[in-house]
């Protein structure tokens, strides 16, 4: 008999390798920047080099998908090229401009790897469109994982050292592949159009969503100088993990709640959770021990499931109408990272001021307000 998961249960583990891959690196990759060149800019350039680098991958993967590579295969590439991604930010001490190559492998691999696991999603799930539980779900899963990680990294990196961090995140990354390939989505093709994906862009019934995606791409690009603020105050790698890992662990318990209600309750939550992400990134430049970027970190996880899980529903939910998944998922893709190339554009150019910090979060609480009032009615 042959290994087969059913319905979302590939996804759900794939979520669980993924993230716990994921979580290894995520905050400290912009820490080991900084490390290896000594300049605060070179981050931010560095991080607007990937995201233009995702938001052009986008649209060639949505062409691909169509005329050449199966879902199942391109997460396969997506492996690979984080494999080679990781070799190249290994050796970065040594040869500072495999760096560049770094960022370039490290977009390339994004769409090839998200494409396939969103469209086994919107495939795979039965009955009704509504989505809110199991993205929950799925957010329960990434939190758990997500939290783990980065305690142990930061462990690992205050006593071996980043490589050994890298080499575990390889490993992550390679075994996240397996559940995808033995589940029931195996299509060899997907519909997309061009036209299509940009039709949905600038579809005026759409418009609230594209700048929910250009809000996204801010939060993301103003995210990356929250490890660099906190670790401007801590110097240790340790503490930072376990203040990230603790927030994410007990945001846990909300996830589940904001799971239950949202396919019900969408415009409350999403409400909510913007007010609270607006103030917080407003607060957070007050922070200065290590309790208080708990607090806040925590809270930002908090305002990010209060978000993020019902924009997500609801994306998967557009997904199954009038166009095709891989010309909603696109479309988000390429808004979303084209605002975050943007974003860090900017502020690598504003490192050296003094107010630098403040300007990356009032980018983040700017962000968060444009997501406001995607509440589901534009699904009826």
Known sequence: MSLSFKGLRGVYLTTFFLNFGLGLLGIFIPLYLWQVTGSLSFVFYFFAV????????????????????????????????????????????FHRYYLWLAAFFWGLTIPFCWFPYFLTVVHEKRGRGYFGKEVSLMGILSQLSAAAAPVLSGMVIDRWGFNWVYLLAGAFFFVSFLPLYFDNYHPQRENFSFRDAFSFIFLPSEKKLCRAFW????????????????????????????IKGLSLFFSVLVLWWVGQRIDKRKGEVINWGVGMGVVNWLLRILARAPAVFFLFDFWANLAGILINTPLQALIYQKARGRYSPLEVFVAQNFVANLAGFFACLLLALLTEKSYFFLIAFSLGAIGVFLIKGNDGRQLK
């Open 50 to 93: 990937y995201y233009l680098i995702v938001a052009l991958a986008s649209l060639g993967a949505g062409w691909l998908f169509k005329k050449v590579i199966s879902p199942d295969f391109a997460y396969f590439l997506s492996v690979a090229g984080r494999l080679v991604y990781l070799f190249f930010l290994v050796n970065a001490p």
């Open 215 to 242: 809000g996204s791409g801010l939060v993301a690009a103003a995210g990356i100088a929250w490890p660099l603020f906190i670790f401007t105050f801590l110097k240790t790698y340790q503490v930072l993990g376990w």
